[in-house]
């Protein structure tokens, strides 16, 4: 691997392939920052904790300071993205194919960011991924089953506790603090959803962060013809890069989403903000130290949701739900086909 960020800069100058499967991987990583970063600050936003520029700032720090300790704890989620599927073989076949599920993932967030849909870039990277294997192969030998198993899990285990830690935290924060005064428990709800949308933040970084970085390793040693490693070191230039163009796609593009999971789907107040974000944290911490790949975006949405339910079924737009799920449904086959519609394209028919 690259001993620093100037020798990366320098190889990339030389090498086309390299270049062109790192600025595709770096479009992913920016687009991940317009559908599933502005998730982390979208409840604290919307009570109007923080205003959208400071959030946006914290968002970015977070992100880093999660890719950065997490990847020290446990590398456990970027491994198993990079061995989700089996790109080995001919090293130009595997690079095509990879490039292709890079171009399938943004070719569907652009679409989801357009219509102002939080889908999961989770899964439409594991999707794409997988489309593009089955191309390369011509059957499903290139899908590693256990590790597709785990995104399995994640899914249930991202829904279950995400809605239920919702639900219960909200209710308890309402018993703790029923003989509160109303300002006093306004002012420490004020500071507590800062606090939670920061580990909201932080935690996107640990899963998020960890996921691209795996593709992004994936790809480099794909275009140096270098397609056996699997083993690899992260190194600390590429958690920063991967942080900052997470938060220039925040920054350009998160409003949308931040109004749609923040505002659309249930009306909060601070503390019900506050029980969504620490329940949504403590999910995905679970998560990430069992090396189970899940989705941010699909951990908050449950959880706000299980925070709704808890004052009442009603105080949910089910509208809006519905059109989550429709999407979260739609992204496995429908960004899996355009993967492997682009690769087998590119592989065979040019």
């Not at 659309?264 to 995905?284: H, P």
Request: net charge positive; charged share 15%; glycine share 10%.
């Amino acid at each position: 691997m690259f001993d620093s960020f100037s020798e990366f800069v320098i190889k990339a100058g030389q090498n086309r392939t390299l270049a062109f499967i790192v600025i595709l991987t770096l479009g992913v990583i920016f687009v991940n920052g317009w559908t599933d970063a502005p998730n982390a600050i979208a409840t604290a936003v919307a009570t109007r904790a923080i205003t959208v520029k400071r959030a946006i700032l914290m968002a970015a720090v977070c992100d880093f300071l999660g890719v950065f300790f997490m990847t020290m704890v446990n590398a456990k989620v970027a491994q198993t993205i990079y061995h989700i599927v089996d790109f080995k073989g001919d090293a130009k076949q595997a690079y095509l194919a990879l490039a292709s599920a890079m171009a399938a993932i943004v070719i569907w967030a652009v679409i989801a960011f357009l219509y102002g849909i939080p889908t999961s870039e989770s899964h439409a990277l594991v999707a794409g991924l997988t489309g593009a294997a089955i191309a390369l192969h011509k059957n499903f030998d290139g899908v590693n089953k256990a590790e597709w198993g785990k995104v399995i899990y994640g899914l249930i285990i991202s829904s279950f506790l995400g809605f239920s830690l919702g639900y219960l935290i909200v209710q308890l924060l309402e018993v703790v603090f029923q003989h509160t005064k109303r300002e006093k428990a306004e002012r420490f709800f004020t500071g507590g959803q800062i606090a939670g949308s920061a580990m909201m933040s932080f935690m996107h970084g640990a899963q998020d962060g960890q996921k691209f970085m795996g593709v992004f390793l994936l790809g480099a040693f794909l275009a140096r013809g270098e397609g056996t490693i699997t083993e690899f070191e992260i190194p600390i230039w590429l958690m920063m890069l991967c942080s900052v163009f997470m938060a220039l796609g925040t920054c350009l593009g998160g409003g949308r989403i931040i109004k749609k999971v923040g505002i659309s789907m249930v009306k909060l107040s601070g503390y019900e903000g506050f029980s969504a974000d620490v329940a949504a944290a403590i999910s995905l911490l679970i998560a990430s130290l069992w090396g189970v790949p899940v989705s941010t975006t699909h951990t908050k949405t449950t959880a706000i949701m299980g925070v709704g339910a808890a004052r009442s079924m009603r105080n949910v737009n089910w509208k809006v739900v519905k059109e989550m799920v429709a999407a979260w449904l739609l992204t496995f086959p429908g960004c899996g086909a355009l993967g492997y519609l682009i690769a087998y394209f590119f592989l065979y028919a040019v």
